[in-house]
């Protein structure tokens, strides 16, 4: 089973709790306790990155899915957002870490059928 780091869990679970309601600040507070500051630092430009691009995440979820219309479900978006924001805006990540991380949490999350989409 791969390794999938701090960071990412962090901001993927600060992100479900944000899409759920909870306040972006708050949600990182408490997601990011305890974490070394290097992750923190990677879990709060993910999670700020992909609240500040969603539209275009979205328009890019598309146009690589190659459907017009894409409609997924929330713990599938934020695992294809987050995929999607890493690969575009983060250059220091390598490509097949943010794939495979993305990839890894959906099935660990019991999304197999989403996995091959992200």
Not at 26 to 53: F, S
Not at 56 to 64: D, M
């Amino acid at each position: 089973m791969a390794i999938i780091s701090a960071a990412r869990k962090a901001a993927f679970e600060a992100l479900r709790r944000i899409h759920g309601g909870g306040l972006s600040d708050v949600a990182l507070l408490e997601e990011c306790r305890g974490l070394e500051a290097r992750d923190a630092g990677l879990a709060h430009t993910i999670v700020y990155g992909v609240l500040r691009h969603q539209a275009q995440l979205e328009h890019l979820a598309k146009v690589f899915s190659g459907r017009k219309i894409l409609v997924l479900d929330a713990t599938t978006a934020i695992l294809l957002y987050m995929g999607i924001y890493q690969l575009r805006y983060l250059t220091k990540i390598p490509a097949h870490a943010a794939v495979m991380e993305s990839v890894e949490l959906a099935k660990r999350l019991k999304k197999r059928s989403a996995a091959g989409l992200i």
